[in-house]
C-alpha cells in the first residue's frame, strides 16, 4: 500500500478483467446477487478514505475499465456498488465499452498501475480473476508505453458517471 501513500500527483489504474475474485468483496458481491442493498463496503468505504485524502493533498486517483458488453454480473456490482463512491470521493472512474469478442488491438490486457508516470506495476491474475502478484517495473521504455497506454484508454473512455446513466436505465428496464 505505500505506493498509495508516497506517489506525489497521480496514481492510474487500468483495469482489463470482467470477474476479480477478491476476498474481501465476496459477502458484498453476493449480497448483490441476491438483490439486497448495498449496506456497509469496508473495503470501498477504505479506498474513498483514502481517495479523499489524497484528493485533499492535491493529488489525482484515476481508473479506466474496459468493460464488454453485456455486463458480467461483477461489472454490474462494481457500477451498482463500488465506482459511484469511488467517483463522490474525488476519483476520475472511467469506462471504455466494448462489445462481446472485440478488443481495441492498441490497447493491453494487461491491468496495471502507474504512479506518477514513473513507477509501473503490472497486476497479475489466474484466469479467475485471483490476484497472483504484483511486478514493479521501472524500466523507462515500459513505463513511457503504460503511460502512453493510459492516455489512449483514457482517450477512448467515458466518463462514469455518463456511462452510469446508460447503466441505470438498463437496469430499470431489467426491472420492469
Keep these: 500500500m505505500r505506493h498509495f501513500s508516497d506517489f506525489r500527483r497521480t496514481a492510474y489504474r ?3 478483467l470482467q470477474f476479480y475474485d477478491v476476498s474481501y468483496e465476496r459477502a458484498e458481491f453476493d449480497r448483490f446477487l441476491s438483490g439486497e442493498p448495498r449496506g456497509v463496503f469496508p473495503g470501498i468505504d477504505e479506498w474513498g478514505a483514502l481517495v479523499r485524502s489524497g484528493v485533499r493533498e492535491g493529488k489525482e486517483f484515476q481508473r479506466v475499465h474496459l468493460v464488454t458488453e ?4 461483477y461489472v454490474r456490482f462494481e457500477c451498482a456498488w463500488a465506482y459511484r463512491h469511488n467517483v463522490a470521493a474525488g476519483e476520475d472512474v472511467r469506462i471504455v465499452p466494448l462489445r462481446q469478442g472485440e478488443w481495441p488491438e492498441d490497447l493491453p490486457r494487461q491491468d496495471y498501475w502507474l504512479f506518477d508516470s514513473a513507477l509501473l ?3 497479475n491474475y489466474d484466469p479467475d ?3 497472483v502478484s504484483a ?3 521501472d524500466d523507462e521504455l515500459r513505463v513511457a508505453d503504460a503511460d502512453r497506454l493510459r492516455a489512449r484508454a ?3 473512455s467515458i466518463a462514469f458517471p455518463d456511462y ?5 436505465d ?3 428496464r431489467r426491472r420492469d
Design 70 to 73: 453485456p455486463l458480467s454480473d
Design 121 to 123: 506495476l503490472l497486476m
Design 129 to 131: 480473476g485471483s490476484f
Design 14 to 16: 487500468l483495469e482489463t
Design 164 to 168: 452510469a446513466r446508460e447503466f441505470d
Design 170 to 172: 438498463l437496469m430499470r
Design 154 to 156: 483514457v482517450e477512448r
Design 135 to 137: 511486478e514493479a517495473v
